[in-house]
């Protein structure tokens, strides 16, 4: 079987996975730290592959908690089939997959320490 270019990559996607980042934020990583031309969608199938979710720590967002946190509706947003959560104090969407807080939150830090 043919080895994946990103193998000498797993644990940098295990770390990265376990921040938070999405698979576009991962390919960004690659491209920025190890000039590694790769896409979502060969990422996503090496995670899947590999069964990288399986090995990370799973922590569930404390953003629910958060002051900051907020959900917009579907009567607001037509395209959307779900409600859309948003970090009110940096102006981002939270997304969807995220396990634990994204990495643009302003009390990442304090979850750290939990």
């Known amino acids: 079987m043919k080895k994946s270019r990103l193998e000498p990559f797993k644990e940098r996607i295990i ?7 999405t698979y576009n934020q991962i390919v960004d ?3 920025y730290e190890h000039d590694i031309d790769t896409t979502e969608s060969a990422v996503c199938t090496f995670v899947n592959n ?3 979710r399986d090995s990370i720590q799973i922590k569930k967002p404390v953003c629910t908690q958060c002051e900051n946190y907020i959900e917009i509706g579907t009567k607001y947003i037509q395209t959307r089939s779900s409600n859309v959560r948003v970090c009110k104090a940096c102006l981002e969407v939270i997304p969807q997959a995220a396990y634990i807080s994204p990495t ?3 009390r990442r830090n ?4 939990d």
């Open 110 to 113: 304090e979850n750290k320490n």
């Open 29 to 31: 990583h690659l491209y």
């Open 104 to 106: 643009f939150c302003p």
């Open 15 to 21: 770390e990265l996975l376990s921040e938070g980042n």
């Open 50 to 52: 590999n069964h990288l």
